[in-house]
Protein backbone atom coordinates (compact mmCIF):
# COMPACT_ATOMS: atom_id res chain seq x y z
CA UNK A 1 0.00 0.00 0.00
CA UNK A 2 2.51 2.38 0.99
CA UNK A 3 4.72 1.63 -2.40
CA UNK A 4 0.88 2.33 -4.42
CA UNK A 5 0.46 5.48 -2.79
CA UNK A 6 4.10 6.28 -3.23
CA UNK A 7 3.73 5.83 -6.89
CA UNK A 8 0.57 8.08 -7.07
CA UNK A 9 2.12 10.47 -5.28
CA UNK A 10 5.38 10.89 -7.21
CA UNK A 11 2.92 10.28 -10.37
CA UNK A 12 1.09 13.74 -9.21
CA UNK A 13 4.91 15.64 -8.44
CA UNK A 14 5.48 15.13 -11.72
CA UNK A 15 2.95 17.67 -13.14
CA UNK A 16 3.54 19.94 -10.05
CA UNK A 17 7.60 19.72 -11.03
CA UNK A 18 6.99 20.48 -14.61
CA UNK A 19 4.68 23.37 -13.65
CA UNK A 20 7.01 25.09 -10.73
CA UNK A 21 10.45 23.90 -11.39
CA UNK A 22 11.97 25.22 -14.33
CA UNK A 23 13.18 28.51 -12.56
CA UNK A 24 15.51 25.39 -11.14
CA UNK A 25 17.22 24.92 -14.32
CA UNK A 26 16.96 27.72 -15.74
CA UNK A 27 18.85 30.22 -13.75
CA UNK A 28 22.34 28.04 -14.40
CA UNK A 29 21.24 27.03 -17.94
CA UNK A 30 20.97 30.69 -18.63
CA UNK A 31 24.05 31.58 -17.14
CA UNK A 32 26.24 28.61 -19.30
CA UNK A 33 24.72 30.43 -22.49
CA UNK A 34 25.57 34.06 -21.39
CA UNK A 35 29.29 32.40 -20.41
CA UNK A 36 29.39 30.68 -23.65
CA UNK A 37 28.51 33.37 -25.56
CA UNK A 38 30.96 35.54 -24.03
CA UNK A 39 34.10 33.12 -24.49
CA UNK A 40 32.48 32.66 -28.31
CA UNK A 41 32.83 36.48 -28.84
CA UNK A 42 35.85 36.66 -27.35
CA UNK A 43 37.48 34.02 -28.87
CA UNK A 44 36.26 35.50 -32.51
CA UNK A 45 37.98 39.02 -31.77
CA UNK A 46 40.99 37.60 -30.40
CA UNK A 47 41.39 35.31 -33.17
CA UNK A 48 40.58 38.32 -36.14
CA UNK A 49 43.78 40.07 -34.25
CA UNK A 50 45.85 37.41 -34.32
CA UNK A 51 45.23 36.47 -37.95
CA UNK A 52 45.27 40.36 -38.80
CA UNK A 53 48.92 39.96 -37.08
CA UNK A 54 50.32 37.07 -39.09
CA UNK A 55 49.90 38.24 -41.86
CA UNK A 56 51.22 42.08 -41.49
CA UNK A 57 54.25 39.78 -39.36
CA UNK A 58 54.36 38.03 -43.20
CA UNK A 59 53.81 40.98 -45.28
CA UNK A 60 57.34 42.83 -42.91
CA UNK A 61 59.52 40.00 -42.88
CA UNK A 62 61.48 41.03 -45.34
CA UNK A 63 61.19 44.76 -44.41
CA UNK A 64 61.89 44.70 -40.83
CA UNK A 65 65.29 43.24 -39.14
CA UNK A 66 65.39 39.88 -37.32
CA UNK A 67 64.80 41.18 -33.36
CA UNK A 68 61.91 43.66 -34.70
CA UNK A 69 60.08 40.22 -35.91
CA UNK A 70 61.07 38.45 -32.92
CA UNK A 71 59.72 40.89 -30.96
CA UNK A 72 55.98 41.15 -32.37
CA UNK A 73 56.03 37.32 -32.17
CA UNK A 74 57.03 37.63 -28.79
CA UNK A 75 53.94 40.05 -28.45
CA UNK A 76 51.87 37.58 -30.04
CA UNK A 77 53.01 34.71 -28.10
CA UNK A 78 51.77 36.54 -24.76
CA UNK A 79 48.62 37.48 -26.45
CA UNK A 80 48.17 33.65 -27.31
CA UNK A 81 49.00 33.01 -23.87
CA UNK A 82 46.25 34.95 -22.24
CA UNK A 83 43.50 33.46 -24.52
CA UNK A 84 44.36 29.96 -23.13
CA UNK A 85 44.43 31.35 -19.17
CA UNK A 86 41.10 33.02 -20.23
CA UNK A 87 39.34 30.10 -22.09
CA UNK A 88 40.62 27.93 -19.25
CA UNK A 89 38.72 29.56 -16.83
CA UNK A 90 35.93 30.17 -18.28
CA UNK A 91 36.08 26.30 -18.98
CA UNK A 92 35.98 25.83 -15.39
CA UNK A 93 33.12 28.16 -15.02
CA UNK A 94 30.95 26.10 -17.76
CA UNK A 95 32.16 22.48 -15.85
CA UNK A 96 30.62 24.01 -12.74
CA UNK A 97 27.57 25.66 -14.55
CA UNK A 98 27.21 22.29 -16.32
CA UNK A 99 27.84 20.02 -12.47
CA UNK A 100 25.08 22.27 -11.02
CA UNK A 101 22.53 21.11 -14.20
CA UNK A 102 23.42 17.74 -13.51
CA UNK A 103 22.54 17.69 -9.75
CA UNK A 104 19.61 19.88 -10.03
CA UNK A 105 18.39 17.90 -12.75
CA UNK A 106 19.31 14.51 -10.79
CA UNK A 107 16.63 16.19 -8.04
CA UNK A 108 14.01 16.46 -9.66
CA UNK A 109 14.23 13.06 -11.53
CA UNK A 110 14.26 12.07 -8.06
CA UNK A 111 10.96 13.28 -7.09
CA UNK A 112 9.41 12.53 -10.54
CA UNK A 113 10.74 8.28 -10.19
CA UNK A 114 10.93 7.66 -6.92
CA UNK A 115 8.52 5.05 -5.35
CA UNK A 116 8.96 4.06 -2.00
CA UNK A 117 7.19 6.19 0.37
CA UNK A 118 10.64 6.41 2.80
CA UNK A 119 12.30 7.84 0.13
CA UNK A 120 9.68 10.44 -1.51
CA UNK A 121 9.20 11.42 1.99
CA UNK A 122 13.20 12.06 2.02
CA UNK A 123 12.92 14.18 -1.31
CA UNK A 124 10.10 16.47 0.33
CA UNK A 125 12.08 17.63 3.01
CA UNK A 126 14.99 18.19 0.88
CA UNK A 127 12.44 19.89 -1.57
CA UNK A 128 10.75 22.16 1.61
CA UNK A 129 14.28 23.13 2.94
CA UNK A 130 15.03 24.64 -0.39
CA UNK A 131 11.51 26.45 -1.07
CA UNK A 132 12.14 27.97 2.51
CA UNK A 133 15.88 28.77 1.93
CA UNK A 134 15.08 30.88 -1.72
CA UNK A 135 12.05 32.22 0.40
CA UNK A 136 14.25 33.51 2.81
CA UNK A 137 16.94 34.83 0.37
CA UNK A 138 14.47 36.77 -1.58
CA UNK A 139 13.31 38.48 1.61
CA UNK A 140 16.73 39.45 2.43
CA UNK A 141 17.68 37.09 5.15
CA UNK A 142 20.83 36.19 3.90
CA UNK A 143 22.80 34.39 6.92
CA UNK A 144 19.38 32.39 7.98
CA UNK A 145 19.04 30.93 4.35
CA UNK A 146 22.79 30.27 4.52
CA UNK A 147 22.76 28.36 7.61
CA UNK A 148 19.65 26.58 6.64
CA UNK A 149 21.30 25.46 2.99
CA UNK A 150 24.00 24.05 5.04
CA UNK A 151 22.13 22.22 7.22
CA UNK A 152 19.40 21.09 4.94
CA UNK A 153 22.47 20.33 2.24
CA UNK A 154 20.87 21.72 -0.23
CA UNK A 155 23.61 24.34 -1.68
CA UNK A 156 23.64 23.19 -4.83
CA UNK A 157 19.68 23.68 -4.91
CA UNK A 158 19.53 27.15 -4.61
CA UNK A 159 20.83 30.16 -6.84
CA UNK A 160 23.11 31.36 -3.84
CA UNK A 161 25.37 33.32 -6.13
CA UNK A 162 22.81 35.82 -7.25
CA UNK A 163 21.86 37.01 -3.91
CA UNK A 164 25.46 37.35 -2.44
CA UNK A 165 25.88 40.11 -5.21
CA UNK A 166 22.28 41.25 -3.93
CA UNK A 167 23.31 41.48 -0.57
CA UNK A 168 26.21 44.01 -1.11
CA UNK A 169 23.82 46.60 -3.33
CA UNK A 170 20.81 45.94 -0.37
CA UNK A 171 23.05 46.89 2.34
CA UNK A 172 24.34 49.99 0.75
CA UNK A 173 20.72 50.81 0.07
CA UNK A 174 19.71 50.82 3.73
CA UNK A 175 22.65 52.99 4.82
CA UNK A 176 21.13 55.31 2.22
CA UNK A 177 24.18 54.81 -0.53
CA UNK A 178 23.33 54.42 -4.12
CA UNK A 179 27.25 53.64 -5.40
CA UNK A 180 27.23 50.15 -5.11
CA UNK A 181 23.48 49.86 -6.50
CA UNK A 182 24.85 52.38 -9.36
CA UNK A 183 28.08 50.29 -10.19
CA UNK A 184 25.61 47.18 -10.39
CA UNK A 185 23.43 48.82 -12.91
CA UNK A 186 26.88 49.65 -15.15
CA UNK A 187 28.19 45.97 -14.91
CA UNK A 188 25.03 44.95 -16.38
CA UNK A 189 23.49 47.86 -18.46
CA UNK A 190 22.97 45.94 -21.45
CA UNK A 191 20.82 43.69 -20.01
CA UNK A 192 19.11 45.98 -18.20
CA UNK A 193 18.23 48.14 -20.94
CA UNK A 194 16.76 44.72 -22.48
CA UNK A 195 14.75 44.29 -19.48
CA UNK A 196 13.19 48.18 -20.14
CA UNK A 197 14.58 48.73 -16.46
CA UNK A 198 14.12 51.99 -14.64
CA UNK A 199 16.59 52.08 -11.95
CA UNK A 200 19.54 53.29 -12.59
CA UNK A 201 16.98 56.84 -13.30
CA UNK A 202 15.60 56.39 -10.04
CA UNK A 203 19.17 56.00 -8.35
CA UNK A 204 20.15 59.39 -9.78
CA UNK A 205 16.88 60.72 -9.29
CA UNK A 206 17.30 59.68 -5.26
CA UNK A 207 20.73 61.52 -5.02
CA UNK A 208 19.45 64.56 -6.33
CA UNK A 209 16.78 64.59 -3.94
CA UNK A 210 19.63 64.13 -1.52
CA UNK A 211 21.54 67.16 -2.62
CA UNK A 212 18.57 69.10 -2.60
CA UNK A 213 17.43 67.75 1.04
CA UNK A 214 21.20 68.74 2.57
CA UNK A 215 21.00 72.49 1.06
CA UNK A 216 23.49 71.71 -2.15
CA UNK A 217 21.18 73.40 -4.56
CA UNK A 218 24.49 74.28 -6.92
CA UNK A 219 25.48 70.66 -6.73
CA UNK A 220 22.02 69.43 -7.45
CA UNK A 221 21.60 71.25 -10.70
CA UNK A 222 25.30 70.38 -11.65
CA UNK A 223 24.10 66.71 -11.17
CA UNK A 224 20.56 67.64 -13.18
CA UNK A 225 22.53 68.73 -15.88
CA UNK A 226 25.38 65.86 -16.12
CA UNK A 227 22.19 62.95 -15.21
CA UNK A 228 19.30 63.82 -16.80
CA UNK A 229 19.91 65.80 -19.87
CA UNK A 230 19.69 62.71 -21.81
CA UNK A 231 17.26 60.19 -20.06
CA UNK A 232 14.01 58.87 -21.80
CA UNK A 233 11.19 61.24 -22.59
CA UNK A 234 8.87 59.29 -20.42
CA UNK A 235 10.39 59.92 -17.54
CA UNK A 236 10.35 63.96 -17.89
CA UNK A 237 7.44 64.27 -15.19
CA UNK A 238 9.83 62.80 -12.53
CA UNK A 239 12.82 65.40 -13.58
CA UNK A 240 10.11 68.04 -13.45
CA UNK A 241 8.94 67.21 -9.80
CA UNK A 242 12.16 66.89 -8.95
CA UNK A 243 13.46 70.24 -10.24
CA UNK A 244 10.75 71.97 -8.61
CA UNK A 245 12.17 70.32 -4.98
CA UNK A 246 15.25 73.27 -4.97
CA UNK A 247 11.53 75.68 -4.63
CA UNK A 248 10.16 73.65 -1.96
CA UNK A 249 13.18 72.68 0.16
CA UNK A 250 12.71 69.26 2.25
CA UNK A 251 10.23 70.88 4.93
CA UNK A 252 7.93 71.54 2.44
CA UNK A 253 3.68 70.79 3.68
CA UNK A 254 2.88 70.04 -0.11
CA UNK A 255 2.07 65.98 -0.43
CA UNK A 256 3.40 66.59 -4.13
CA UNK A 257 6.68 67.48 -2.81
CA UNK A 258 6.98 66.06 0.50
CA UNK A 259 6.89 62.71 -0.84
CA UNK A 260 10.01 62.81 -3.05
CA UNK A 261 11.97 63.38 0.63
CA UNK A 262 10.31 60.79 2.21
CA UNK A 263 12.87 58.33 3.32
CA UNK A 264 10.65 55.40 2.55
CA UNK A 265 11.81 55.69 -1.44
CA UNK A 266 15.09 53.97 -0.26
CA UNK A 267 13.19 50.94 0.61
CA UNK A 268 11.02 51.46 -2.94
CA UNK A 269 14.27 51.66 -4.09
CA UNK A 270 15.72 48.15 -2.31
CA UNK A 271 12.19 46.53 -3.86
CA UNK A 272 12.65 47.52 -7.53
CA UNK A 273 16.75 46.32 -6.93
CA UNK A 274 15.14 43.04 -6.11
CA UNK A 275 12.90 42.77 -9.21
CA UNK A 276 15.62 43.66 -11.80
CA UNK A 277 17.70 41.11 -10.47
CA UNK A 278 15.11 38.30 -10.31
CA UNK A 279 14.75 39.53 -14.18
CA UNK A 280 18.15 39.31 -15.13
CA UNK A 281 18.24 35.87 -13.72
CA UNK A 282 15.14 34.78 -15.40
CA UNK A 283 14.02 34.40 -11.91
CA UNK A 284 9.82 34.87 -11.20
CA UNK A 285 9.05 37.35 -9.70
CA UNK A 286 7.21 35.09 -6.43
CA UNK A 287 8.94 32.75 -4.73
CA UNK A 288 7.65 28.88 -4.73
CA UNK A 289 6.85 29.17 -1.57
CA UNK A 290 4.11 31.93 -2.24
CA UNK A 291 3.05 30.33 -5.88
CA UNK A 292 2.48 26.88 -3.88
CA UNK A 293 0.70 28.09 -0.85
CA UNK A 294 -1.93 30.46 -3.01
CA UNK A 295 -2.49 27.67 -5.04
CA UNK A 296 -3.63 25.19 -2.01
CA UNK A 297 -5.11 28.08 -0.64
CA UNK A 298 -7.10 28.87 -3.59
CA UNK A 299 -8.40 24.83 -4.12
CA UNK A 300 -9.45 25.37 -0.59
CA UNK A 301 -11.30 28.69 -0.38
CA UNK A 302 -15.19 28.99 0.01
CA UNK A 303 -17.42 31.94 1.03
CA UNK A 304 -17.40 29.39 4.59
CA UNK A 305 -14.13 30.46 5.12
CA UNK A 306 -14.81 34.58 5.18
CA UNK A 307 -17.51 34.18 7.75
CA UNK A 308 -16.34 33.62 11.59
CA UNK A 309 -20.02 31.17 12.58
CA UNK A 310 -19.03 28.94 9.28
CA UNK A 311 -14.94 28.42 9.68
CA UNK A 312 -13.74 25.09 10.00
CA UNK A 313 -10.92 24.40 12.68
CA UNK A 314 -9.49 22.21 10.22
CA UNK A 315 -9.10 23.79 7.20
CA UNK A 316 -5.85 25.90 6.25
CA UNK A 317 -7.79 29.32 4.95
CA UNK A 318 -10.08 29.23 7.83
CA UNK A 319 -6.27 29.61 9.69
CA UNK A 320 -5.97 33.14 10.99
CA UNK A 321 -2.84 33.85 9.77
CA UNK A 322 -3.69 32.72 6.11
CA UNK A 323 -7.28 33.97 6.15
CA UNK A 324 -6.16 37.35 4.89
CA UNK A 325 -3.66 35.82 2.50
CA UNK A 326 -6.58 33.99 0.72
CA UNK A 327 -8.34 36.91 0.50
CA UNK A 328 -7.55 38.29 -2.86
CA UNK A 329 -7.38 34.37 -4.29
CA UNK A 330 -10.05 32.86 -6.56
CA UNK A 331 -12.42 30.53 -5.15
CA UNK A 332 -12.05 26.98 -5.67
CA UNK A 333 -14.44 25.40 -8.09
CA UNK A 334 -15.94 21.92 -6.93
CA UNK A 335 -17.89 20.28 -9.63
CA UNK A 336 -19.03 18.24 -6.13
CA UNK A 337 -19.59 19.08 -3.54
CA UNK A 338 -18.10 18.23 -0.01
CA UNK A 339 -19.99 18.90 2.93
CA UNK A 340 -17.66 19.34 6.28
CA UNK A 341 -18.61 18.99 10.12
CA UNK A 342 -17.85 22.42 11.72
CA UNK A 343 -17.51 20.42 15.01
CA UNK A 344 -14.98 17.91 13.75
CA UNK A 345 -13.94 18.83 10.75
CA UNK A 346 -14.62 15.41 8.95
CA UNK A 347 -16.62 14.91 6.11
CA UNK A 348 -20.48 13.62 5.65
CA UNK A 349 -21.44 10.91 3.60
CA UNK A 350 -23.01 8.44 3.64
CA UNK A 351 -21.10 6.52 6.41
CA UNK A 352 -21.56 9.78 8.72
CA UNK A 353 -24.70 11.62 7.72
CA UNK A 354 -25.45 15.03 7.92
CA UNK A 355 -28.47 15.63 11.24
CA UNK A 356 -30.23 18.76 11.65
CA UNK A 357 -30.88 20.36 14.89
CA UNK A 358 -34.46 21.68 15.49
CA UNK A 359 -32.69 25.48 15.28
CA UNK A 360 -31.44 24.30 11.55
CA UNK A 361 -27.80 23.57 12.63
CA UNK A 362 -26.51 20.48 10.83
CA UNK A 363 -23.86 18.69 12.14
CA UNK A 364 -21.91 14.83 11.21
CA UNK A 365 -24.16 12.00 13.23
CA UNK A 366 -20.60 11.08 14.75
CA UNK A 367 -20.00 15.05 16.14
CA UNK A 368 -23.89 14.41 17.72
CA UNK A 369 -22.65 10.90 19.14
CA UNK A 370 -19.98 11.55 20.96
CA UNK A 371 -21.33 15.05 22.30
CA UNK A 372 -24.00 13.59 23.50
CA UNK A 373 -21.85 10.74 25.16
CA UNK A 374 -19.64 13.13 26.69
CA UNK A 375 -22.01 15.86 28.10
CA UNK A 376 -24.82 14.01 28.33
CA UNK A 377 -26.91 16.32 26.07
CA UNK A 378 -25.97 18.02 22.62
CA UNK A 379 -25.19 21.64 23.09
CA UNK A 380 -25.20 24.00 19.46
CA UNK A 381 -21.46 26.08 19.75
CA UNK A 382 -23.28 28.77 18.00
CA UNK A 383 -26.50 29.49 19.74
CA UNK A 384 -25.60 27.76 23.48
CA UNK A 385 -28.99 25.72 22.34
CA UNK A 386 -29.69 22.17 23.71
CA UNK A 387 -30.89 19.42 22.87
CA UNK A 388 -30.78 15.38 22.70
CA UNK A 389 -29.58 13.14 19.85
CA UNK A 390 -33.35 11.70 19.12
CA UNK A 391 -34.45 15.52 18.42
CA UNK A 392 -31.85 15.35 15.47
CA UNK A 393 -33.77 14.57 12.15
CA UNK A 394 -31.42 13.04 8.85
CA UNK A 395 -30.43 15.13 5.82
CA UNK A 396 -30.37 13.67 2.49
CA UNK A 397 -28.41 16.39 0.05
CA UNK A 398 -29.24 15.97 -3.79
Known amino acids: DSAARAAAMSSGLEAEILALEHPLLKVPYERLVRTFKAIQSMIQQELQGVSSRIESLI ?42 LEKRFA ?13 LTDWQRTRFDRII ?17 REGEVEDLINSDVFTE ?67 AKYLPDIQAAMTLLLFGPNTTCEKYRRLFDPQRWDDLLQLFRRNTFGLHSLSGHSLLAITLQTGLASLKSPCCFRAQDRNANCPVCCGELNPLAATLPQAH ?7 CRLSGELMDENNPPLMLPNGSVFSAQALKDMQERQGCISDPRTNETFTLADAQRVFVM
Open 107 to 119: HLRDGCLTTTHDR
Open 334 to 340: HINSVIV
Open 166 to 232: SERVEEALRRHDSSVALAWCAKHKARLTKLNSSLEFRLHLQEFVELVRGGQRLAAVTFAKTHFSNVD
Open 59 to 100: KSARIFPADVIQSQLATLRATLVSLQAFLRENIEIEDLALTL
Open 133 to 149: VDYLLREGHYATARELA
